[in-house]
């Protein structure tokens, strides 16, 4: 898994027993929260999705391979997680797959990740989303840092890691209201 080198990466910024907490959005199957959880067991792992059904399979799931580090199911929308003070601009490296196009999924994200940390957008087709996403990420205080694009073996397809940086806090206002993200999204 291509995702394990950045968290390597992130872990070297933390003192040694501070453990990297990774927070998986929209996790729905657990992907790619649960492997890289089986991998690395000792990273704070939170799983968030919008349906308790889909969680409580994934605590379930997790519970059976007897992890002994916890991790914590969050039964939220994106939006609404983002402006709580437990996670706002607290989370060393925020994940998300086949969520929204790449403003929306901006506008979620970024307020999770704490001043310093990563957004990783995985995206099997980017280009567009990225053009589009203009001033976006400058906006809610993250840059682009890198694009990393990998072939899935068996598949023989494309997939891409966008790698957002949080430079500072992200403005107040933001994420604005679910309505509003998906009327208007930023660029």
Not at 6 to 29: C, F, H, N
């Amino acid at each position: 898994m291509d995702l394990l080198p950045l968290l390597d990466q992130e872990a070297t910024v933390k003192s040694p027993d501070e453990a990297l907490s990774v927070l998986d959005l929209g996790t729905g199957a657990g992907f790619p929260g649960v492997p890289v959880k089986i991998l690395r067991p000792d990273i704070d792992l939170y799983l968030v999705d919008a349906l308790a059904k889909r969680l409580k399979f994934l605590d379930r799931a997790l519970g059976a391979i007897a992890l002994t580090q916890p991790w914590q199911c969050v039964h939220a929308r994106a939006e609404d997680l983002g402006r709580k003070a437990p996670y706002r601009d607290q989370l060393d490296l925020v994940t998300a797959r086949a969520l929204a196009n790449l403003p929306v999924l901006l506008e979620y994200a970024l307020p999770l990740v704490k001043p310093g940390g990563v957004f990783v957008a995985m995206k099997a087709k980017y280009q567009d989303e990225l053009s589009q996403a203009g001033q976006a990420a400058s906006k809610l205080g993250a840059e682009l840092e890198d694009i990393q694009s990998f072939v899935l073996p068996q598949l023989n397809a494309t997939r891409t890691f966008l790698i957002y940086r949080k430079r500072q806090a992200t403005p107040p206002k933001y994420p604005r209201s679910n309505a509003h993200i998906k009327k208007s999204p930023l660029h």
